[in-house]
């Protein structure tokens, strides 16, 4: 009978030891899957690579803003089928009846047919548009959004002798010089039709500065040093759309 005894106790002993084990070997386990599903949630979404685009680029004159944008906006259903999509309207600082449209396009033929279709003049002189408009088709090499309160922007337009060479100089100028100077680094893009005419756009924090800038001997020496041929196209405007 004190046989019989001891081994219930034994087997009782045994079996309240296997109980234990299995439960911290479950609690365990459990531990460890939550870590690892919270680490998998804490890590930062990978950065979407920047893909190359292409911009359609038309500025006009037109004799009122808003009888203009009416038909504009009536013209999105054209604009659509030519594969073009609205990236932005902005408006002249010096002359805010001229218009600048900036529109990312598909196909550079189907944009360039476009440009030619009779039903666009029609549109043009509908919405009060003066003299001919200036057709831009440009690849868009380098994009960055800037602030949203900065929507002041300055385009500078220049032919080089050899982009690559060009290229070197301006990264070695460095975005935080431009940046000390009013400009923040919005895009870098090259004509189509010639590829040796470059377009760098800058959104401007600080006006007084980004006109000093360009006043600014040592930079037009910068630019000859970075074979810049001629006078630079420089435009002053503002993101209204």
Not at 51 to 65: A, G, Q
Not at 183 to 203: E, G, Q
């Amino acid at each position: 009978m004190k046989m019989k005894i001891q081994f219930q106790l034994l087997l009782t002993v045994v079996v309240i030891g296997m109980l234990s084990f299995f439960s911290c070997k479950s609690a365990g386990d459990k531990a460890a899957s939550t870590t690892a599903v919270d680490s998998t949630a804490m890590a930062p979404a990978a950065a979407v690579p920047f893909e190359p685009f292409k911009v359609l680029n038309v500025s006009h004159i037109v004799k009122d803003y808003d009888a203009w944008k009416k038909v504009y906006d009536e013209g999105e259903t054209m604009r659509t089928e030519a594969g073009l999509t609205k990236l932005a309207v902005c408006r002249d600082m010096e002359n805010p009846n001229k218009v600048y449209v900036f529109n990312k396009m598909v196909d550079v033929q189907k944009a360039k047919d476009f440009a030619a279709n009779p039903a666009l003049k029609t549109a043009m002189q509908k919405g009060g548009v003066t003299g001919a408009p200036v057709m831009l088709y440009v690849d868009v090499l380098r994009y960055e959004e800037s602030p949203a309160e900065f929507k002041g922007r300055l385009r500078i337009g220049h032919k080089v002798k050899d982009f690559d060479t060009w290229l070197k100089a301006y990264d070695a100028e460095g975005k935080e010089t431009r940046a000390a100077n009013g400009l923040v680094d919005r895009a870098v893009s090259r004509n189509i039709d010639d590829p040796n005419m470059v377009y760098v756009t800058f959104a401007i924090s600080d006006l007084a500065k980004a006109k000093a800038r360009l006043a600014d001997p040592s930079l037009k020496k910068l630019m000859t040093e970075a074979g810049v041929i001629g006078a630079p196209e420089i435009s002053f405007y503002t993101s209204v759309d």
